[in-house]
């Protein structure tokens, strides 16, 4: 049973970065690739981006396009989302992911996950 646990979540003025991390335990996530999702209050789940497993693709949401950074360390289990100029539209509670091995076109789609972690807040607001 692979378990995914995220960190780095907390409040920030609009402008402002933040790195989101996404660490494996029990299980390595080299053969996974790895969706972010986020949801605010009251919204849907939105899919926000993809890396594949072995890094070579990376999907995002338009929203966040030109925004937020994908990007995975092996080394460390982990998998990172980089989020600059943060806007209080993208205030939500952010999870990660994992899928074998490839992102795919459907990659936006939570049932295409199997594992979840349970998500760490985001709050933008100045």
């Known amino acids: 049973q692979l378990l995914l646990a995220e960190s780095g979540g907390g409040k920030v003025q609009p402008g402002g970065s933040l790195t989101l991390s996404c660490t494996g335990f029990d299980g390595s996530l080299d053969n996974y690739a790895i969706g972010w999702f986020r949801q605010g209050a009251g919204q849907e789940r939105e899919g926000v981006s993809c890396i594949s497993a072995g890094g070579g693709s990376r999907s995002y949401a338009d929203s966040v396009k030109g925004r937020f950074t994908v990007s995975r360390d092996h080394a460390k289990n982990t998998v990172y989302l980089q989020m600059n100029d943060l806007k209080p539209e993208d205030t939500a509670v952010y999870s990660c992911?994992?899928?074998?091995?490839?992102?795919?076109?459907?990659?936006?789609?939570?049932?295409?996950?199997?594992?979840w972690g349970q998500g760490t807040p985001v709050t933008v607001s100045s």
């Open positions: 992911a994992a899928d074998r091995p490839l992102c795919g076109t459907q990659w936006f789609k939570g049932s295409k996950y199997d594992y």
